[in-house]
């Protein structure tokens, strides 16, 4: 049996510009599941610039599943964006310290936690993921979207902000793929099903 290296940072021969992600990762609060790569135009060390806002101080994390496929110029906005939206300004005195030093005393900015990916997530060129957000398993996220609030599993989100376009299988074939959870086989299972997983006949798994 044949398998593509997990551990290889770049599976496809003479090709630098896709990435098996979790091998090129050096933040430690962003955590990439097993076969998840990315891709991109230019160079791979810009999915790290392209995770935003995302200061140490702060301890949120980007978590993503395994099997996930993110294109070129995806980005990711972290809690460090934030800003007061309760208060009578939204402006940031306090970093800049002299007499303003003192404003946030006592008060906190906005978090919204985590960043969380799923499984099997198809996230398209060019999208943006806000802070905090969830996306569920399997779901697709199309180009030039802006998620600005929780995917369910299996769902296909397009727009700015974005919207459903539609589920990609019936609630109760849904309810059994997450209860299959086929990432999580060992991957010599799923190396003999890929011509299955790959197919449209959930009865065939």
Request: hydrophobic content about 40%; aromatic content about 12%; some cysteine.
């Amino acid at each position: 049996m044949n398998i593509p290296d997990k551990n290889k940072p770049f599976p496809l021969e003479n090709y630098d510009r896709l990435c098996f992600l979790k091998n090129i990762i050096k933040n430690p609060n962003i955590s990439v599941g097993d076969y998840t790569y990315y891709d991109d135009f230019e160079n791979v060390a810009n999915f790290e610039k392209n995770v935003k806002y995302h200061f140490d101080f702060i301890g949120d994390k980007l978590l993503i599943g395994k099997f996930c496929m993110i294109a070129s110029d995806v980005t990711f906005i972290m809690n460090g964006a934030n800003h007061l939206t309760n208060a009578i300004s939204s402006y940031p005195f306090a970093i800049f310290g002299e007499d303003w030093k003192h404003a946030m005393d006592g008060k906190t900015y906005p978090t919204k936690g985590d960043t969380v990916i799923g499984n099997d997530v198809w996230l398209g060129y060019n999208s943006t993921i806000m802070p905090g957000i969830q996306i569920g398993d399997g779901a697709i996220i199309a180009s030039n979207t802006t998620v600005t609030k929780n995917v369910e599993p299996y769902t296909i989100v397009g727009g700015n902000p974005g919207k459903l376009i539609r589920k990609r299988f019936s609630d109760a074939e849904i309810k059994s793929l997450l209860a299959l959870k086929w990432w999580d086989w060992p991957i010599e299972k799923i190396t003999e099903n890929v011509a299955k997983l790959t197919g449209a006949t959930l009865g065939d798994l």
